[in-house]
């Protein structure tokens, strides 16, 4: 199994750019969430999953987009770049008791 | 809504020597703990969790972790570090009716550890 796996490993963007960051998990877990790792701030929740058509905003949603029509993928999009969201991006997935994370996408807008 | 605080957002200590790294957390129901490591350049790896039962528990790589209810604490120890502890480690705490699904974070500990 390959668990979570995450592309691109890195991106620089430019202001204004729009891109997606790809995230798919092959253990069945219906719950998927996107995290976002700043310097000091611990992981925030972008947004989340409990399972495929649903969705909500965790506690830093702005500027971000996601969608999931399967339960294997969960799809980040930036729609308008901004340097506030220069940041590490990881996707998990959970059972019941454990997340388990991607790789992370290293993301910097110029 | 749930709150994790990491006392210390740097630990330095020497090889060998025994470490303690400190977490509070607050909540006003019942929750599940956990201990996260990520190496550098690299995602987060489960250390260990507490769900329920004995206080005490034990994870990967010698690390353990005691949870305190009246104290709202899960720190997190090890009685003799390497050099290959060097990472940063995160607190995480979630609410036992959503269990692992949406965890809330620490700020990070990071552990140097010096030859």
């Known amino acids: 199994n390959a668990g979570v796996t995450q592309t691109p490993k890195f991106q620089v963007l430019k202001t204004g750019q729009s891109m997606t960051l790809q995230c798919a998990q092959d253990?069945?877990?219906?719950?998927m969430s996107w995290y976002r790792q700043d310097p000091g701030m611990g992981l925030r929740l972008i947004h989340y999953?409990?399972?495929?058509?649903?969705?909500d905003q965790g506690e830093v949603p702005n500027g971000y987009n996601v969608s999931r029509s399967t339960t294997e993928d969960f799809p980040l999009r930036l729609l308008s770049a901004a340097p506030s969201q220069t940041s590490v991006y990881f996707c998990a997935s959970s059972n019941r008791f454990e997340q388990f994370f991607g790789p992370g996408t290293r993301l910097t807008v110029l | 809504a749930q709150s994790v605080t990491q006392l210390d957002s740097q630990v330095p200590v020497f090889e060998e020597a025994p470490v303690e790294l400190r977490c509070n957390y607050s909540?006003?129901?019942?929750?599940?703990l956990f201990w996260y490591v990520q190496y550098p350049n690299q995602g987060l790896q489960l250390l260990l969790k507490?769900?329920?039962?004995?206080?005490l528990v034990k994870g990967i790589n010698g690390f353990e972790a005691e949870f305190n209810k009246s104290q709202t604490s899960f720190h997190l120890r090890k009685p003799s570090v390497h050099i290959s502890d060097t990472a940063e480690y995160f607190c995480?705490?979630?609410?036992?009716?959503?269990?692992?699904?949406?965890?809330?974070f620490g700020q990070g500990t990071r552990l140097t550890i010096n030859p």
């Open positions: 507490y769900l329920s039962g004995s206080t």
């Open positions: 995480a705490v979630s609410d036992l009716g959503q269990g692992a699904q949406k965890l809330v």
């Open positions: 909540s006003s129901v019942s929750v599940y």
């Open positions: 999953s409990v399972g495929a058509g649903i969705t």
């Open positions: 253990m069945n877990h219906e719950y």
